[in-house]
């Protein structure tokens, strides 16, 4: 069973930014792509980002374009996603997702099947 682990969340100001991590204390995850998603309150989990095993190649969606940025520290087994130029929009609970590619249609929450237990962002004045 692949465990991951988000952290990093919290309460950040309008036009804040926040350095979210995914790590896994049993699995190597430069093995795997591993996809950032988020859910907010009454809505579908949406994916924002995917990064690729191996050459780390990152994929966002288009409404994250700019503002995410996701990387890997293969020495810290982490995988991050940095948010720049928070919205309240973004307030959700984000989410890692473990999967061997960032295969066509990544970006939809079926068919992955290992995450973590998701981290609170939250974005208010």
């Known amino acids: 069973q692949l465990e991951l682990a988000e952290s990093g969340g919290g309460l950040v100001q309008p036009g804040g930014s926040l350095r979210l991590s995914c790590t896994s204390s049993?699995?190597?995850?430069?093995?795997?792509?591993i996809a950032w998603f988020r859910q907010a309150p009454g809505k579908e989990r949406e994916g924002v980002s995917c990064?690729?095993?191996?050459?780390?190649?990152?994929t966002y969606v288009g409404s994250t374009w700019g503002r995410f940025t996701t990387s890997r520290d293969n020495a810290k087994n982490t995988v991050y996603l940095q948010i720049y130029s928070l919205k309240p929009e973004d307030t959700a609970v984000y989410f890692c997702a473990a999967d061997p590619w960032c295969r066509t249609g990544w970006e939809l929450s079926e068919g992955y099947h290992y995450w973590g237990q998701g981290t609170q962002v939250t974005v208010a004045a």
């Open positions: 049993a699995f190597t995850l430069d093995h795997y792509a």
């Open positions: 990064i690729s095993s191996g050459d780390g190649v990152a």
